[in-house]
Every structure is written in structure tokens, then in C-alpha cells.
């Protein structure tokens, strides 16, 4: 089946650094990304929509300028978290919709900020 | 709105059926899905239904699917320790490769 990957599956850094987290799509395109925060012993919640040849859909409350996204090409999103603070220490998981429509989720990425 | 609501917490005795309810608010509902996720661990996609239906049965799981009620639920038939999990409920709007919200999810433990 579709593969989604993640990196890095874990990264520990110091406040005020900016962190890069990648989404791959392995074995088919996607246009479309999406990235959830997941907090200790919560729920996934929508971040945003990545969207490849345009700007990100952020969704309500979700800070743009903190949370950047580029959907560099058909395969891979990023996700940097600028001058990173110890409350944005989460969970973050992509999926990606396949050509068949179905979604798959990568295996997440562990931030914690120290 | 979107808003997906579960119970957080279920404990059943290993061998017997558990039942995970859901309930959600957005009518336009087109795909609701069953997704388990194990303590460190990314989602794994259990199963999903459309919204035109009203039952699904997949192994020793099945979706019953009210939509009158908005009601989801999630029976697993003769528990297992393996089965030990958080189980999130989840719909899209559009289609599978709309944007998925997840409610609380339901943390399943299963006792001897």
C-alpha cells in the first residue's frame, strides 16, 4: 500500500530555534497534504492544508507565521515551527490523500522543546 | 460545524465485545472512520463507512451507522489484550481525501 514518511520520527531543541519537520509521499503524488498537532493524551487536530502550487489553508487559531508551510513538490511537505517555545512541544502527523482518494498517515514526529 | 464527541475511557474483560460510540454534528458527513492508535505509535486506519450506509462488518469489527441520530459505533467482537489501544472516530465532508476531523478519542483497556 501508499506510503507516507516522516522526518525526523523524533527532535529535541533548545526555545527560540526554528525546527524543519518533512512529510514524503514514497510512491505517489499528492497536491494536497494535511498536518495535525497532537498534544499528550489528545486528540489530532487540524493545522493545516498543504496545497502544492499555492499558499497553505491554516486552520482557525492556527498561527501562519509560526507555522510555516511549503508543499515543495508532488511528493513533499514541510513543516518549520519558528523560534519554537516549550508549549509547542506536540505530536505532528501528515497524511496524505493517494490517487485512490484514501488517506494515509505518516508515523509522526516528536517534538519536544526544551 | 465540525465537532466529533467519543467517551474517553472503556474497560472490558478479555473475550467479551466492546462498543466504542461516537456521535458527530456536520450533516454533509460523506466518509466516517475508525482509526486505533497505539502508545507511540502513528494511526492506523480500522475501517470506514460512507454515509449512505448503515452497517459494515469487517472481520471482528462492525460500524453501525445512525445517521438520523448521528451516531457512529465500533464493535469489536472477542476482545483481545491486542486490542488495547485509543480508538479515534473521524469523518471528512467532500470525500476520503478531504481534510479528516477526529474527535477524543476512546481509550480501550481490556482486563483478564
Known amino acids: 500500500g501508499a506510503v507516507v514518511s516522516q522526518h525526523p520520527s523524533w527532535v529535541i531543541c533548545k526555545s527560540g530555534t526554528s525546527v524543519k519537520i518533512e512529510c514524503r509521499s514514497l510512491?505517489?503524488?499528492?497536491?494536497?497534504m494535511f498536518w495535525y498537532r497532537q498534544f499528550p493524551k489528545q486528540s489530532l487536530m487540524l493545522m493545516a492544508t498543504?496545497?502544492?502550487?499555492?499558499?497553505?489553508?491554516?486552520e482557525q487559531g492556527v498561527e501562519k507565521d509560526k507555522f510555516l508551510i511549503n508543499h515543495a513538490s508532488l511528493t513533499l511537505s514541510t513543516l518549520t515551527v519558528t523560534s519554537a517555545h516549550p508549549e509547542d512541544s506536540s505530536f505532528y502527523i501528515c497524511?496524505?490523500?493517494?490517487?485512490?482518494?484514501?488517506?494515509?498517515f505518516g508515523p509522526g514526529t516528536r517534538l519536544t522543546v526544551l | 460545524g465540525e465537532d466529533v464527541e467519543q467517551s474517553l475511557f472503556l474497560s472490558v474483560r478479555e473475550g467479551d465485545s466492546s462498543v466504542i460510540n461516537c456521535t458527530y454534528t456536520?450533516?454533509?458527513?460523506?466518509?466516517l472512520y475508525w482509526y486505533k492508535q497505539e502508545p507511540g505509535a502513528g494511526l492506523q486506519l480500522l475501517t470506514y463507512i460512507f454515509s449512505n450506509m448503515d452497517m459494515k462488518q469487517d472481520q471482528r469489527l462492525t460500524v453501525l451507522l445512525n445517521k438520523k441520530d448521528k451516531h457512529l459505533s465500533l464493535r469489536i467482537a472477542d476482545t483481545q489484550t491486542g486490542d488495547s489501544a485509543i480508538y479515534f472516530c473521524?469523518?471528512?465532508?467532500?470525500?476520503?481525501?478531504?481534510?479528516?476531523?477526529f474527535g477524543s478519542g476512546t481509550r480501550l483497556s481490556i482486563r483478564p
Open positions: 498543504s496545497n502544492e502550487g499555492s499558499k497553505a489553508t491554516y
Open positions: 497524511s496524505a490523500p493517494s490517487p485512490g482518494n484514501e488517506q494515509f
Open positions: 473521524a469523518e471528512s465532508r467532500y470525500s476520503s481525501a478531504s481534510k479528516i476531523i
Open positions: 456536520d450533516s454533509s458527513s460523506t466518509y
Open positions: 510512491d505517489f503524488q499528492a497536491t494536497t
